[in-house]
Structures are given as C-alpha cells and as structure tokens.
C-alpha cells in the first residue's frame, strides 16, 4: 500500500513489492495474476472498509449535524491512522474504479456525501439552488485535496484538528 501511494501503480513493480514485504515473487504470483491484480485487490479491500465505517458513523447519528461531523470525523480519523490508504484510494481510482466489481462500485464515498447534501435542512432560500450532486463531489475533493496536501507536507497534521472546521464549512455550504 506504501509502494503504490507513495510511488503510484506504474512506478511500483511486483519486484518492489515482493521485496518491501518479505515474499518471493513467485509467492505473489501465486494469489495474484499481476501487479494489477494486486492493486485492484487493496483498492477494493480499503474502499469497502472506508465505505462501511463511514455508513455506520452516519447511520449511528442522530441528526443532519450529527451525520455530517460523523463523516467527516471519519474520514479524519482513518486519514490519521492510514494516510497512505486514502491517498491510494484517490489517486489510484480514475485506473482501478472501472475495473472494481459491481458491489464495490455499488458503495461509493460520493454516494454517502450526495445522501449528506440531499437530507440537508435548508434554512436560506439559494440553498435549494446547489446542486447536492455538486456538494458531494466539493466535500469528497475537499476531504482527498486536505489528505493530499498533508502528505506533501503542505498542511499540517494530524487531520483530526480540522474537523470543526470543516463540519462548519460544509454545514454552511449545504444548508
């Protein structure tokens, strides 16, 4: 997972991986066909982990606020706790999302925002006028831009001190 979001999948080789985790090629090459497999593999794997603890932190949420503070508190905690797997998962899904099964492509992140933006209460009248299509896809690439420019050393850490903030801005932006 370090290999692949540090480097990206074509600069990272079955050789690399093979020796960052103390296997043998031909021991990797027994479980997956490729380095694409591979990939595809830990994609799957980490985005149905992501999907499922940010569903449940939203479905044990009281209200709208709390829902949003869930997801996001989330989404902070695992970026806290595995940065390379949320860097990974972004910037490897324009390659891997299409070849990932059904049921994966079935629990998207940009599904549960979009289900954030729609229930939002509006308390101003040019709230009904945003799109919930366009909410999601700004909370989605505000959270992955925030993990991005923490590994590049941008911003700050850990991802948990911008959690009021960005409950705030995405509260104000959908209601």
């Known amino acids: 997972m370090k290999l692949f979001s540090k480097g990206g999948l074509a600069a990272t080789s079955i050789r690399d991986i093979a020796s960052a985790s103390g296997y043998t090629n031909p021991a990797l090459y027994k479980h997956f066909a490729s380095k694409e497999e591979l990939a595809l593999y830990l ?3 980490c985005h ?4 499922t603890r940010c569903s449940a932190a939203m479905g ?3 209200d709208f606020e709390a829902k949003v ?3 996001i508190g989330e989404w902070l905690a695992l970026a806290d706790a595995y940065p390379e797997v949320l860097a990974f998962l972004s910037d490897s899904a324009r390659v891997l999302w299409p070849k990932a099964s059904p049921k994966v492509r079935e629990q998207t992140m940009i599904g549960l925002a979009y289900s954030l933006a729609a229930a939002a209460p509006h308390k101003r009248p040019h709230a009904l006028s945003v ?3 366009l909410v999601a896809a700004s909370l989605q690439g505000t959270l992955a831009e925030l993990i991005r420019m923490m590994q590049v050393g941008v911003v700050k850490g850990p991802a948990m001190r911008w959690r009021a903030d960005l409950g705030a801005l995405f509260k ?3 209601t």
Do not use: G, M, V
């Open 43 to 45: 994609f799957e794997t």
């Open 48 to 51: 149905r982990r992501l999907w």
């Open 60 to 62: 044990s949420a009281e």
């Open 69 to 71: 503070d869930a997801y």
């Open 131 to 133: 799109n919930p299509h």
């Open 172 to 174: 104000k932006l959908i």
